[in-house]
């Protein structure tokens, strides 16, 4: 495998992680704003009055969406950077074979 071809595998790799990140980043919202909608008295203990269950159970909701948003948001960049390099990966491959080509015509 030459230097370039190696080079091209290492950002495939981190174009992969940007995508597991975004899943987690999206499976932990959904966690975290679970936990915060089901069972605020974790947080709050047992002191906590009804306003306050509401405004965590607000906040729950919001932290699932921002999670979900911001995950699928960061897996579509991995996914984008991925066909990026990919294209970029052929084009360079048909520029070389165009080139041979041509000097052994």
């Known amino acids: 495998m030459r230097k ?8 495939r790799l ?8 975004g899943i987690v980043a999206a499976l932990a919202g959904i966690f975290a704003g ?3 909608i089901i069972r605020p008295s974790l947080i709050l203990g047992d002191s906590a009055d ?5 405004t965590y159970t ?3 909701a919001l932290i699932i969406i ?5 995950g699928l948001v ?8 991925q066909v990026v ?16 080509m041509a000097k052994h015509q």
């Open 34 to 36: 679970s936990v915060m």
């Open 66 to 70: 921002g999670g979900l948003v911001g």
């Open 74 to 81: 960061l897996a579509a960049m991995g996914q984008f950077y």
């Open 14 to 21: 981190m174009a992969l992680l940007l995508i597991i990140l």
């Open 50 to 54: 009804a306003s306050m269950r509401n």
């Open 58 to 60: 607000l906040i729950g």
């Open 4 to 11: 370039r071809d190696r080079r091209y595998v290492f950002l």
């Open 85 to 100: 390099l990919e294209l970029l990966y052929v084009n360079r491959t048909q520029g070389k074979a165009l080139t041979y």
